[in-house]
Structures are given as C-alpha cells and as structure tokens.
C-alpha cells in the first residue's frame, strides 16, 4: 500500500492571533506534537487566518525519553488554520487529527520493523560468509603446514644425501 499524506483531509486547527509590532503572529495548538506553532499572519489590518500550513513539528522530549517522532510528518497532512470562533466542531477535528497520528504512527513503526528484518537478514548472510571464510583459512593453513613438513623433509632429506 502507498500512503500520501495528500489522501487524507486536511484537519482544522483554531488560530489565536496576536499582533505585534510589525505582523499577526498566529499560534496553534499542534494537533500531532506536543507543542505550540506560531505562523506568520501577514501584516495586514485583520490577519490573515485560513489556508493550508506545514506542521512545524520536532522530536520532543520528555525526561530524555522521545515522545513526540517527527518522522510521523511524512504521513500527515498540512493542516488547516481558522478562527477560533469559527463554528468548526473542534473536538472532532482534534479526534480525526487524533486518527491521522495513530495512523502515521503505526506506519513508521510498521517501515521501523521491516528495517529490523532487513538488518538481521543482512547479519544472517555476514555471518554465514564469516564461517565460509574460517572454514577456507583452516583449510589453508591445514596445506602450508602440509607443505611446511614436506619441505623440512625434503630439505633434510637432500642434506643426508651430500
Ligand atoms: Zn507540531
């Protein structure tokens, strides 16, 4: 199956707006990580909320431990900015958003453990040419010594006959 993120509906998240000096800065409650994105709004009078924006997400961590994997974003869709006064159901949004993650999640997981797989294949074929090596040195060195003896004979052999 080919996932692309361009499949799934885009979920909606609420903007709060802010202006500052120059331009709106607008933050969001990331709907997949656990943290706070802010997005240019433009510099207008009113900002400019609406349209589809790039997730800014990271890996996050908590006590040394990820909790957040960024690598997910590769199965996620852009989400989509509006008012938070906009009459947007906002709890489903955050539940479909919710089920985008999972997804997301069980698919970097699924490419991690094919990966496994992979690596120990690759340990399986290393390791059975290690042993087809050991097996042509012993063999080898089973000759030289053969040849080491016969030499030593024949040496001794042609010094007897002086
Ligand atoms: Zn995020």
Redesign the pocket.
Known sequence: MTYSPQDQRSPIIAVTATKGRDCWTLAID?P??P?E?RHGGGSGEFPEIGGYRE???RDTYFRKHRIFDSRVLRYLPQYQLAPADADIDWKSERAYAETLLEEAEDLVAESDSKQAVARTETGRIVNAQIRELHGLTEEIEKTTSKTRRNDAYLSSWKASRK
């Open positions: 990331c997949y990580c943290k994105h997730p800014h997400c």
